[in-house]
């Protein structure tokens, strides 16, 4: 079983649709959750960390289930910008970030 | 805001030369990392350093690689012999704590490092 997996999509989405994406991990006892988003030939870049509560940022919502070693990421009201990959990212128990190969996300007008 | 600085941008170089990459981290940051990406792939860790030394690496990290921090603010990645499947994004990143807290890493804008 892969360390961090997703689906590679690509979802092709309307503007303005909600979408949601997944991602399994492996390691139990991982305790931080993210999701990085990377634009193509781009450096990664942080768009949530994943709470066990659940956490909210503006169109964006991040959802944990430890108990399934599930996170997922939901965007509401999908924006053309909103394009990208979407990389579920795990820090590991040496500290190390284990990288999902990302889900491609295509925005259409 | 402040942020990670990655030179060069792209650097193409011959089979068996030797390359160094530089970065320099945010200046408050203490832990110092590098990442590749080879083009359609997972990002990949390298190596993290804090405190003048290598903290963790990864089985990627052979005699091949090494990092140092000759100075008070870059950070380098020096690829010895490059051979072409070190042809990949390079990215630099920092964080100024460790932990398994949701400590948010800064990446830079990466090299593109390509071998021929």
């Known amino acids: 079983r892969k360390e961090v997996e997703q689906d590679p999509g690509p979802f092709n989405v309307p503007e303005g649709a909600t979408v949601a994406f997944n991602c399994t991990y492996s390691n139990s006892a991982s305790q931080s959750f993210f999701w990085y988003r990377q634009d193509c030939r781009k450096e990664p870049k942080l768009l949530m960390s994943?709470?066990?509560?659940?956490n909210e940022d503006g169109r964006f919502t991040a959802q944990l289930n430890r108990a399934s070693q599930y996170i997922s990421l939901l965007i509401r009201d999908s924006k053309l910008s909103d394009s990208a990959t979407y990389l579920c990212v795990v820090k590991g128990s040496n500290y190390q970030l284990i990288w999902g190969a990302g889900t491609k996300l295509i925005i259409k007008p | 805001e402040p942020e990670v600085t990655q030179t060069p941008s792209h650097q193409v170089t011959q089979m068996g030369q030797e390359v160094i990459l530089r970065c320099v981290p945010i200046s408050n940051h203490l832990y110092f990392y590098w990442y590749r990406q080879i083009l359609g792939q997972k990002v990949e860790f390298l190596v993290s350093f804090y405190n003048n030394e290598i903290s963790e690496k990864s089985e990627i990290f052979d005699d091949q690689f090494s990092v140092e921090r000759p100075d008070g603010s870059n950070f380098t990645l020096k690829i010895r012999s490059t051979k072409l499947e070190d042809s990949a994004m390079y990215f630099c990143?920092?964080?100024?704590?460790?932990?398994?807290?949701?400590?948010?890493?800064?990446f830079g804008s990466g090299t593109r490092l390509t071998v021929v």
């Open positions: 990143a920092s964080s100024e704590q460790e932990g398994q807290g949701n400590y948010g890493y800064t």
């Open positions: 994943v709470y066990s509560s659940g």
